[in-house]
């Protein structure tokens, strides 16, 4: 979901060392702005790192809310003339844990002073070698500026959206943190008093619509039914805490088990949990047997990641819903929580595998974290990690594997913070250019000529991502969030924001 939120309520004017002047034609100019759901500090702490690798160095500034560069020579150049070029750098704070950046890149105009620097016959010389040589190959000789430069004349500051999308993508397409709960047994559930709105509601439904036209299934994934075939196994990798993946892949376990094919599902939800998840599937699925459900420790631990949403709340009861309807559909929770790395990994492609063995027939569908389905060893922060579907990959050479296309949104997850601390919340959901796509086409696949560097054979289309908040967590709604915006612009405000097919994304 695009945080967005119309220029004009969060405008500010900067001025510092001469004037930012914006050059860039208006209808390249961004009407809104791309909110990160980080604090303003760790937003630009983020954005010192990207030009520190970039080769800038910083000057200090009055404002804590403001990066300055260093102004930086050019490499060549003719004659002692050139463009100097430095980066201003503004951050917004938009709520306590919402901000925006904003990156300026500002050139100048300067005229060499060489005169005092060298003698006339050096000149001369390099002057002759200047006038000979290739221009694409000249070197920092010929452009001897150095502090004799004169940095007057006219600066000029344009958006530099480029930049700004590498900011996202460093800020909202890393992995998310899943937490692991262990051995540790939550205390005894109090008594819930829930709102009736709360509830899912299908169980009402369960009869009419097995007896309707659409049937079960009234949306269809395109691409998929050319690899559906007895044995199947496909591997969804997703980015945790969304509604859009979990309610297409329910489409898909959907149309194959209408198609006439056994189907199992399995979800990365605690082995601890399956008495409690067999149970479900074959209640009605009414309030009370939603409230069992919820009563298990995974559904109710501090940190959730992700795993224990609303949408994967919505899966299960999708599958009892289906199997209430007599299609041969199975869910097999497959989570440890008792083992970490490549050791949990090894669990957990284990329990799967147990099941491919005895049901060879079955359609299997996975759904798990992009990391855990990749088919390559090696992550970037340990090169000697074995992911599950590289275990499963071994073992079924016709296994098929997809990555999560998608647009830019936001998600729930957990994340580290600078300091260490570990926070679940609202985060933004920005995709690498591989698996970038627009908004509003329907769900598909896309099968690709090479495998990605993570091994995946193609993309599952889902979508513009929008978060989906931990199951026992009484509303679905994005909880509205502290902001300095003016109170009389808060509804003009929230409309962007809980609206994203209305204003595209500005990189």
Same mark, same amino acid.
């Given at each position: 979901?695009?945080?967005?939120?119309?220029?004009?309520?969060?405008?500010?004017?900067?001025?510092?060392?001469?004037?930012?002047?914006?050059?860039? !034609?208006?209808?390249?100019?961004?009407?809104?702005?791309?909110?990160?759901?980080?604090?303003?500090?760790?937003?630009?702490?983020?954005?010192?790192? %990207?030009?520190?690798?970039?080769?800038?160095?910083?000057?200090?500034?009055?404002?804590?809310?403001?990066?300055?560069?260093?102004?930086?020579?050019?490499?060549?150049?003719?004659?002692?003339?050139?463009?100097?070029?430095?980066?201003?750098?503004?951050?917004?704070?938009?709520?306590?844990?919402? #901000?925006?950046?904003?990156?300026?890149?500002?050139?100048?105009?300067?005229?060499?002073?060489?005169?005092?620097?060298?003698?006339?016959?050096?000149?001369?010389?390099?002057?002759?070698?200047?006038?000979?040589?290739?221009?694409?190959?000249?070197?920092?000789?010929?452009?001897?500026?150095?502090?004799?430069?004169?940095?007057?004349?006219?600066?000029?500051?344009?958006?530099?959206?480029?930049?700004?999308?590498?900011?996202?993508?460093?800020?909202?397409?890393?992995?998310?943190?899943?937490?692991? $709960?262990?051995?540790?047994?939550?205390?005894?559930?109090?008594?819930?008093?829930?709102? !009736?709105?709360?509830?899912?509601?299908?169980?009402?439904?369960?009869?009419?619509?097995?007896?309707?036209?659409?049937?079960?299934?009234?949306?269809?994934?395109?691409?998929?039914?050319? %690899?559906?075939?007895?044995?199947?196994?496909?591997?969804?990798?997703?980015?945790?805490?969304?509604?859009?993946?979990?309610?297409?892949?329910?489409?898909?376990?959907?149309?194959?088990?209408?198609?006439?094919?056994?189907?199992?599902?399995?979800?990365?939800? !605690?082995?601890?949990?399956?008495?409690?998840?067999?149970?479900?599937?074959?209640?009605?699925?009414?309030?009370?047997?939603?409230?069992?459900?919820?009563?298990?420790?995974?559904?109710?631990?501090?940190?959730?990641?992700?795993?224990?949403?609303?949408?994967?709340?919505?899966?299960?009861?999708?599958?009892? $819903?289906?199997?209430?309807?007599?299609?041969?559909?199975?869910?097999?929770?497959?989570?440890?929580?008792?083992?970490?790395? $490549?050791?949990?990994?090894?669990?957990?492609?284990?329990?799967?595998?147990?099941?491919?063995?005895?049901?060879?027939?079955?359609?299997?569908?996975? %759904?798990?974290?992009?990391?855990?389905?990749?088919?390559?060893?090696?992550?970037?922060?340990?090169?000697?990690?074995?992911?599950?579907?590289?275990?499963?990959?071994?073992?079924?050479?016709?296994?098929?594997?997809?990555?999560?296309?998608?647009?830019?949104?936001?998600?729930?997850?957990?994340?580290?913070?600078?300091?260490?601390? %570990?926070?679940?919340?609202?985060?933004?959901?920005?995709?690498?250019?591989?698996?970038?796509?627009?908004?509003?086409?329907?769900?598909?696949?896309?099968?690709?000529?090479?495998?990605?560097?993570?091994?995946?054979?193609?993309?599952?289309?889902?979508?513009?991502?929008?978060? #989906?908040?931990?199951?026992?967590?009484?509303?679905?709604?994005?909880?509205?969030?502290?902001?300095?915006?003016?109170?009389?612009?808060?509804?003009?405000?929230?409309?962007?924001?809980?609206?994203?097919?209305?204003?595209?994304?500005?990189?």
């Amino acid at each position: 979901m695009n945080r967005l939120v119309p220029l004009s309520l969060v405008l500010v004017l900067v001025s510092v060392l001469g004037c930012a002047r914006g050059v860039r !034609p208006e209808e390249l100019t961004p009407r809104y702005e791309h909110i990160y759901y980080k604090p303003v500090d760790e937003a630009l702490a983020a954005t010192r790192e %990207l030009m520190r690798e970039r080769g800038f160095s910083f000057e200090e500034t009055e404002d804590a809310n403001q990066l300055l560069t260093t102004w930086r020579q050019p490499v060549s150049g003719t004659r002692g003339n050139g463009v100097f070029e430095r980066y201003l750098v503004v951050g917004i704070r938009v709520a306590p844990r919402q #901000s925006v950046v904003r990156i300026f890149h500002m050139r100048r105009a300067v005229t060499g002073n060489d005169v005092e620097v060298k003698s006339y016959m050096q000149k001369s010389i390099l002057e002759n070698k200047e006038w000979e040589s290739d221009p694409s190959l000249r070197g920092p000789q010929f452009f001897q500026t150095a502090a004799m430069a004169s940095l007057g004349g006219q600066a000029h500051g344009t958006r530099d959206l480029e930049l700004e999308k590498a900011l996202a993508l460093r800020l909202e397409s890393g992995v998310g943190v899943e937490t692991l $709960s262990g051995d540790v047994r939550e205390a005894p559930a109090a008594p819930l008093t829930r709102e !009736p709105s709360f509830y899912l509601q299908r169980w009402k439904t369960d009869a009419e619509a097995t007896a309707s036209a659409e049937g079960p299934c009234p949306r269809q994934v395109q691409g998929l039914s050319e %690899l559906l075939r007895p044995g199947l196994t496909l591997l969804v990798g997703e980015q945790l805490g969304t509604r859009e993946t979990p309610a297409v892949v329910g489409d898909m376990v959907c149309e194959a088990a209408a198609r006439g094919l056994r189907v199992a599902l399995g979800v990365s939800l !605690p082995r601890e949990e399956r008495a409690r998840l067999e149970a479900y599937l074959s209640s009605p699925g009414a309030p009370a047997d939603q409230d069992e459900l919820l009563r298990g420790d995974f559904w109710r631990k501090p940190h959730q990641d992700g795993r224990g949403s609303r949408a994967m709340m919505e899966l299960v009861d999708r599958v009892r $819903s289906l199997r209430a309807s007599g299609l041969p559909v199975a869910l097999v929770a497959f989570g440890v929580e008792t083992a970490t790395g $490549s050791a949990r990994d090894l669990e957990m492609a284990d329990t799967l595998l147990v099941r491919r063995q005895k049901q060879r027939e079955e359609v299997l569908f996975v %759904l798990a974290g992009n990391v855990h389905m990749r088919l390559r060893r090696g992550v970037e922060w340990d090169e000697h990690f074995i992911p599950m579907g590289w275990h499963l990959a071994r073992a079924d050479k016709k296994l098929v594997a997809l990555d999560l296309s998608y647009a830019p949104g936001s998600r729930w997850g957990c994340d580290l913070e600078r300091g260490g601390q %570990l926070r679940c919340g609202l985060m933004g959901a920005t995709p690498h250019p591989r698996v970038a796509a627009l908004p509003g086409m329907g769900p598909s696949i896309r099968l690709l000529e090479t495998r990605t560097e993570e091994g995946f054979h193609g993309l599952l289309y889902v979508g513009a991502l929008s978060p #989906s908040l931990p199951a026992a967590s009484r509303t679905e709604g994005e909880p509205p969030v502290p902001t300095s915006i003016p109170s009389q612009y808060l509804q003009e405000t929230q409309g962007p924001i809980l609206q994203p097919h209305k204003h595209p994304p500005i990189f």
